[in-house]
T-cell receptor
Framework: GQQLNQSPQSMFIQEGEDVSMNCTSS?????WLWYKQDPGEGPVLLIA?????ELTSNGRLTAQFGITRKDSFLNISASIPSDVGIYFC????????????FGKGTHLIIQP | NAGVTQTPKFRILKIGQSMTLQCTQD?????MYWYRQDPGMGLKLIYY???????DKGEVPNGYNVSRSTTEDFPLRLELAAPSQTSVYFC??????????????FGSGTRLTVV
């Protein structure tokens, strides 16, 4: 099946620092989504991208849909303690099974 | 607005036992999904449904069954539990095929251990 390569696997940063993570794929996706998962909870949608080249912000979060449609990145500016969690990218190709393909996640840890 | 509700939150099964994981959504979404999440891994699609009476296999369907008799409910059945099915299971729903403008709404998960 399709695979998404998400990096980095984990990040240890200081409060106030900016964060950047990305996902790449060998195949094209028509939709890119970024989710955050808190411990013991299900993933929650942060940003959805539907067009190649699209750049979308949600507060301190910014995500972009790569021009090639094979990658996406998520940036978090001025990190705060509540940003701690696991961030997942997910893609949808629009064909075959209707489910999303998920990356393995980036575990963000913020040191005070 | 409850969103997607999963029960139970935790369960320990013995090898060979069976159980049903319940999932209910009150958003009138047509599309519903079951995913499993293993440590350090992303979510893998088990089964999905595009509407009442219609289900289809995802990436990892072996050992599971589903049914969709109503728009609201999408239970996942394990007939003969195996240690490989130890995982966290998430149910999700969506109003549109590609996740829509709001993506999927996930439940809070069922943590299953098979011993």
């Amino acid at each position: 099946g399709q695979q998404l390569n998400q990096s980095p696997q984990s990040m240890f940063i200081q409060e106030g620092e900016d964060v950047s993570m990305n996902c790449t794929s060998s195949s094209i996706f028509n939709t890119w989504l970024w989710y955050k998962q808190d411990p013991g909870e299900g993933p929650v949608l942060l940003i959805a991208l539907y067009k190649a080249g699209e750049l979308t912000s949600n507060g301190r979060l910014t995500a972009q849909f790569g021009i090639t449609r094979k990658d996406s990145f998520l940036n978090i500016s001025a990190s705060i303690p509540s940003d701690v969690g696991i961030y997942f990218c997910a893609g949808h190709s629009g064909g075959g099974a209707d489910g999303l393909t998920f990356g393995k996640g980036t575990h963000l840890i913020i040191q005070p | 607005n409850a969103g997607v509700t999963q029960t139970p939150k935790f369960r320990i099964l013995k090898i060979g036992q069976s159980m049903t994981l319940q999932c209910t959504q009150d958003m009138n979404h047509n599309y519903m999904y079951w995913y499993r999440q293993d440590p350090g891994m992303g979510l893998k699609l088990i089964y999905y449904s595009v509407g009442a009476g219609i289900t289809d296999k995802g990436e990892v369907p072996n050992g599971y069954n589903v049914s969709r008799s109503t728009t609201e409910d999408f239970p996942l059945r394990l007939e003969l539990a195996a240690p490989s099915q130890t995982s966290v299971y998430f149910c999700a729903s969506s109003p549109l095929r590609q996740g829509g403008n709001y993506g999927y709404t996930f439940g809070s998960g069922t943590r299953l251990t098979v011993v």
